[in-house]
């Protein structure tokens, strides 16, 4: 077989591609090429979290339970969003409201919406976040709703409509459960949802002095019972009133 030439044509035409890649670079226009014009670095993902937690409270007044979902977008990149979204068993659930105060999105949705009363079958869902910041889409998460805590907390005293001092003693019952918990106190004005005293307290304590002195006038107080994922099951609230001249603490 005649090899000569074919190796001739193969010689020359390995050198003219040598010298081709030796003098020439490759095209930059690429954007995953750092040396092309239209390359853009990476954007990291931000410092964000997604948190859900259950919310039980029981009401005095009208007689009811109220079971929510809360919703968080939390993380030191979270003042640097535009709008942010959650994404609940397929369905576009609800936009969050960022909280300048607090630096973070939050939005509560009712056990209703989400088609269980009790929140039961929502436990071990994923709740997708969706974060915009400049046009980029962040996916944070999925968060997952832990657990829901059914028994509720009951105070002792003050309560129906007890007279008490500007220092009143708050108690409550024990609260047992299978979980490591502890509790929040607060105080509100009478007819307001936003508390003028609130305190944590550990599991094993079952009263506290409130250490604010508190004007005459009427209040309700709440003990809230919270589990390490941030859920809560919230008491009643008891009524009483202040009067200075009491004779009370």
Same mark, same amino acid.
């Given at each position: 077989?005649? %090899?000569?030439?074919?190796?001739? @044509?193969?010689?020359?035409?390995?050198?003219?591609?040598?010298?081709? +890649? $030796? !003098?020439?670079? +490759?095209?930059?226009?690429?954007? /995953?090429?750092?040396?092309?014009?239209? =390359?853009?670095?990476? #954007? +990291?993902?931000?410092?964000?979290?997604?948190?859900?937690?259950?919310?039980?409270?029981? @009401?005095?007044?009208? %007689?009811?339970? #109220? =079971?929510?979902?809360?919703?968080?977008?939390?993380?030191?990149?979270?003042?640097?969003?535009?709008?942010?979204?959650?994404? =609940?068993?397929?369905?576009? %659930? /609800?936009?969050?409201? =960022? $909280? &300048?105060?607090?630096?973070?999105?939050? &939005?509560?949705?009712?056990?209703? %919406?989400?088609?269980?009363?009790?929140?039961?079958?929502?436990? !071990?869902?994923?709740? &997708?976040? /969706?974060?915009w910041s400049s046009g980029t889409r962040f996916e944070v998460g999925p968060a997952y709703l832990f657990r829901v805590i059914e028994d509720v907390p009951l105070t002792v005293s003050p309560s129906a409509d007890s007279v008490t001092g500007p220092h009143p003693t708050l108690t409550w019952q024990p609260f047992s459960a299978a979980f490591p918990f502890g509790y929040r106190a607060q105080v509100f004005p009478s007819q307001t949802n936003s508390p003028i005293w609130s305190t944590p307290i550990p599991s094993g304590v079952f009263s506290i002095q409130v250490t604010d002195s508190l004007a005459d006038g009427d209040y309700y107080w709440t003990i809230t019972v919270i589990d390490e994922f941030g859920d809560y099951s919230r008491s009643r609230e008891a009524y009483f009133a202040v009067v200075a001249e009491s004779g009370q603490p």
């Open positions: 077989m005649e %090899t000569g030439p074919f190796m001739l @044509r193969f010689a020359l035409w390995l050198t003219a591609a040598l010298v081709f +890649a $030796l !003098g020439c670079s +490759a095209p930059h226009d690429n954007p /995953l090429d750092p040396d092309s014009p239209r =390359y853009r670095e990476p #954007i +990291a993902p931000p410092a964000l979290e997604a948190r859900v937690h259950s919310l039980h409270i029981s @009401r005095t007044f009208p %007689t009811g339970e #109220i =079971y929510q979902v809360e919703m968080q977008l939390v993380g030191t990149d979270a003042p640097e969003q535009d709008s942010v979204r959650v994404i =609940y068993d397929e369905r576009d %659930t /609800l936009h969050l409201e =960022y $909280l &300048a105060d607090s630096s973070f999105w939050v &939005a509560n949705v009712t056990a209703t %919406t989400l088609g269980d009363p009790d929140l039961g079958a929502v436990v !071990g869902k994923p709740f &997708a976040f /969706l974060a």
